[in-house]
């Protein structure tokens, strides 16, 4: 999520409190070389694994990735957020990935293999309770990691009529669509047995999904029908250009603004892969170090890359060739078991940067953790 033309840039990082990390860190973006110089941090909330902001910049929004998950709000002010209230319970056990959709913040829960939906009032602020909480139920033949469902992210759809649920534990996709003040699952897509979904990245113009398997290295390429809300599995692509010499499990994946490219991150060989994108081709063009340990998630902003590496504890960035997609490494700062990287808009300094925008419809990445 970039926001161009209006104010300078900052980075909100999350990270897990249970494993030495400061919460929520905020970061003042350098124009042009998108460098990171930390402002503050915040940890009243525990394991803030994943992050979202508002369509306007001025509420985030993070999971408790605990063994009794929960989403909080925070208004962006300052050097730190400010938290908007208490916790809100997700009836649903470690929350690995949120996004906004619909009125409401969606929690895809990874212990307990759901995802659960909380209301988004006009001032955004969360609801003190869920809307709806989606059960999944089904299992893969990867044991130990697949004996029953796992939801392990949430996003909507580029037309935003329909959000997606990326589920490891069911090799599945499910489509979900708003009903009646709640929500309900549309269908459900199988993949590959065993491959073990993770994360979904759009092609921006064009009707495809990429889908990142962690079980199996690979991406799986389908193409993405608006209009009937379901997914047609394609072809799949190997993210590394050989067999991995060790552990090799990805874990984040993001498409370019203009189509042209794609990234994604592999813990274990701690790598990034640059694929180009010809519709349903993918081609691997070059793979280079994540400048740390455990790649968690990346993303991408005005042509800097940026990766969470959670177990070597730093934020690294890229600066990303614009002819050839690959990533050249510019720089890092310490930030003890980082989970995820996003960019928004500084505050305003004109309006204090309180909720006034409200939630919208927008778009958005402990004791229970996946591996």
């Not at 649920?165 to 708003?178: A, E, F, K, N, Q």
């Not at 990245?201 to 993405?224: I, K």
């Amino acid at each position: 999520m970039a926001y161009v033309g209006r104010r300078g840039r900052r980075a909100y990082i999350g990270s897990f409190t249970a494993a030495g990390g400061r919460g929520i860190t905020t970061a003042r973006v350098t124009p042009g070389s998108g460098a990171l110089t930390v402002l503050g941090s915040v940890a009243e909330v525990p394991d803030p694994a994943y992050l979202t902001l508002s369509p306007g910049g001025d509420t985030l929004y993070a999971v408790s990735e605990t063994a009794e998950g929960a989403v909080a709000a925070y208004r962006v002010v300052g050097d730190t957020p400010e938290l908007t209230g208490p916790p809100v319970a997700v009836d649903g056990s470690g929350p690995v990935h949120l996004s906004l959709f619909a009125g409401h913040v969606l929690t895809a829960n990874y212990g307990s293999g759901s995802v659960t939906a909380v209301a988004v009032r006009p001032d955004g602020t969360l609801a003190d309770a869920p809307t709806a909480v989606l059960r999944h139920t089904g299992s893969g033949p990867h044991t130990p990691r697949q004996q029953g469902p796992h939801a392990h992210q949430v996003l909507p759809t580029p037309c935003g009529r329909w959000a997606v649920g990326v589920d490891l534990g069911t090799d599945s996709v499910r489509v979900y669509t708003p009903v009646d003040g709640t929500f309900e699952v549309h269908r459900e897509i199988a993949l590959r047995p065993g491959s073990g979904p993770r994360h979904l990245a759009f092609h921006p113009t064009a009707g495809y999904a990429y889908v990142l398997n962690e079980l199996t290295p690979t991406v799986t390429v389908c193409h993405w029908d608006a209009e009937d809300g379901t997914l047609k599995p394609l072809t799949e692509t190997r993210v590394l250009p050989g067999a991995p010499a060790g552990d090799a499990y990805p874990s984040g994946i993001v498409a370019s603004p203009d189509g042209r490219f794609l990234w994604t991150a592999t813990r274990g060989e701690d790598v990034l892969s640059t694929f180009t994108v010809a519709g349903e081709e993918l081609r691997l063009t070059g793979t280079v170090t994540c400048a740390g340990h455990w790649p968690r998630a990346i993303t991408e902003a005005e042509g800097i890359l940026y990766v969470a590496n959670e177990r070597s504890g730093d934020v690294s960035w890229f600066a990303l060739d614009p002819d050839t997609g690959l990533p050249l490494y510019e720089g890092s700062i310490e930030m003890p078991a980082a989970s995820c990287v996003l960019i928004g808009p500084e505050p305003d300094p004109e309006s204090g940067s309180g909720p006034g925008s409200g939630p919208g419809y927008g778009h958005a990445s402990g004791p229970i953790r996946p591996a």
